[in-house]
């Protein structure tokens, strides 16, 4: 079936076509006579400049914003259904109650945003050739800078932010159930009244300030790891368990727990259980972690300088800020084991 005619799809905006298009947006909304609401499906608008430019109740489903300036640009109520903002820059846009479902914002910088009451839950756009535009239907923020935003009630229903970074973002009454944080950082944000249920949050980072402010009974949340007092015996164990080749003591399990700010400095931790445990702001500092299992670790600022990580498995780690001076990395002596990242 053939869209409407005043309906633009699968063309190549240009800077000129833009303006244009702003024009008669403008006129649109101000009532005027020629005036036309901009109304694009699955066209291509990466790379441009919009800073500035209103196109409040306009439509522009399955586009691509790829790398485009949306400085002070004004979607408020618009229909942005599918589209991808990847690695664009929103600062103090305003997407207020726009219809954001499947919307892709990976790699993009949503700095003073105002994105209250926006609907970001799952969505799916439709090809011309049958076929979804995009590879998954959750709206994503994957390792997107998130600063001052408000984003209260907004439905985030299943929304992946795997390695963003949230900072004094307003979540008031956000509807963020089973929304998956892996790898995500928190700092000072707001999660008063926010429905977590179910929301993944094992391997995310949260601040004091966001934890005490937030309601996380429902929230999946990592177990805490050992205490402090408790540590030293754990470490003996392995290393019994390290110099006996196995035969005696314990190999350190951490999997999975929260060790948020350990202190390790110097622990001999080769070959330990580590895979996705929390370890943001860990003082790992000469800690031998030779053929250690680091998938899918939290690393975010840890102190690794002068570790050894020869063997060692970092798949999936995330090391945002993380100290890796003097560190030794490589084959691990004459074993087929090296450091994997």
């Given at each position: 079936m053939s869209a409407p005619p005043n309906i633009l799809v699968g063309y190549r905006i240009t800077s000129e076509a833009l303006r244009g298009?702003?024009?008669?947006?403008?006129?649109?909304?101000?009532?005027?006579?020629?005036?036309?609401?901009?109304?694009?499906?699955?066209?291509?608008?990466?790379?441009?400049?919009?800073?500035?430019?209103?196109?409040?109740?306009?439509?522009?489903?399955?586009?691509?914003?790829?790398?485009?300036?949306?400085?002070?640009?004004?979607?408020?109520r618009a229909n942005l259904f599918g589209s991808c903002f990847t690695k664009a820059d929103l600062t103090r846009a305003n997407l207020t109650r726009a219809d954001l479902r499947g919307a892709k914002f990976d790699g993009a910088i949503l700095k003073d945003t105002k994105m209250s009451g926006a609907d970001l839950r799952r969505g799916e756009v439709i090809g011309e050739d049958g076929k979804p535009i995009h590879a998954r239907a959750e709206t994503s923020f994957r390792a997107a800078t998130i600063e001052g935003a408000e984003m209260g009630e907004c439905r985030l229903y299943g929304a992946?932010?795997?390695?963003?970074?949230?900072?004094?973002?307003?979540?008031?009454?956000?509807?963020?159930?089973?929304?998956?944080?892996?790898?995500?950082?928190?700092t000072e944000v707001s999660l008063k009244g926010a429905n977590m249920l179910d929301a993944d949050l094992r391997h995310a980072a949260l601040d004091e300030t966001t934890s005490q402010g937030a309601s996380l009974m429902r929230a999946q949340r990592a177990?805490?790891?050992?205490?402090?007092?408790?540590?030293?015996?754990?470490?003996?164990?392995?290393?019994?368990?390290?110099?006996s080749g196995g035969k005696a003591g314990r190999r350190a399990d951490f999997r999975g727990l929260d060790m948020t700010g350990?202190?390790?400095?110097?622990?001999l931790l080769a070959s330990a259980l580590l895979k996705g445990t929390v370890l943001t702001d860990a003082n790992l500092k000469r800690a031998i972690l030779a053929a250690a299992d680091l998938r899918d670790a939290v690393l975010l600022r840890a102190d690794l300088t002068g570790a050894n990580l020869r063997g060692a498995d970092?798949?999936?780690?995330?090391l945002e800020g993380a100290l890796l001076e003097g560190a030794a990395k490589g084959q691990l002596g004459d074993l087929a084991l090296s450091t994997k990242s």
């Open positions: 298009l702003h024009v008669l947006h403008r006129r649109f909304r101000r009532g005027m006579r020629e005036g036309r609401r901009a109304m694009l499906k699955n066209c291509d608008l990466s790379d441009l400049v919009f800073a500035g430019l209103d196109f409040s109740d306009a439509e522009f489903i399955g586009c691509s914003f790829r790398n485009t300036v949306l400085v002070e640009t004004n979607f408020e992946d932010f795997e390695a963003a970074k949230l900072s004094r973002v307003n979540l008031l009454n956000a509807d963020m159930r089973y929304s998956t944080f892996k790898g995500t950082e928190f177990k805490r790891g050992p205490s402090p007092d408790d540590l030293p015996s754990i470490l003996d164990a392995h290393r019994h368990w390290v110099e350990a202190r390790l400095e110097g622990a970092l798949r999936g780690a995330y």
